[in-house]
């Protein structure tokens, strides 16, 4: 099938909801974001929400805050203005920015189906 188009690729998000995120894999200039099947490559870091905290890169808790995600249900995935925003079933919430700005390439994220035959890119 191969990349998907602009309006899919909003519905593609719409996939990670009810899959529990498996683990957080820290590559050398970006994450990946496993839910058991549904691979998120992020090569803008996200921010992590909790409670009344913002974590961002650099922050001492930053690591330990994407981690404790594992283990949590995605409970609603939408891309707004300049954002891809995951809500998990914890309350808490992260946002991976799309703003050219923020980006080191012409990526922000890439998600894979987890059958390798469909993926969206932002």
Known sequence: MGRTTEDEARDFLHRLEGHELGAVTFVRDYIQLHFEGPLLNAYVWPV???????????MREYRDELCARIGCMVSLAIEAKDVV???????????????????SGPEAILLDDGSGQVWSVW
Do not use: K, Q, T
């Open 85 to 103: 925003a995951i809500s998990f079933s914890d309350g808490s919430l992260m946002e991976i920015s799309l703003r050219n700005e923020d980006r």
């Open 48 to 58: 992590v929400v909790a409670g009344n905290e913002r974590y961002s890169p650099g």
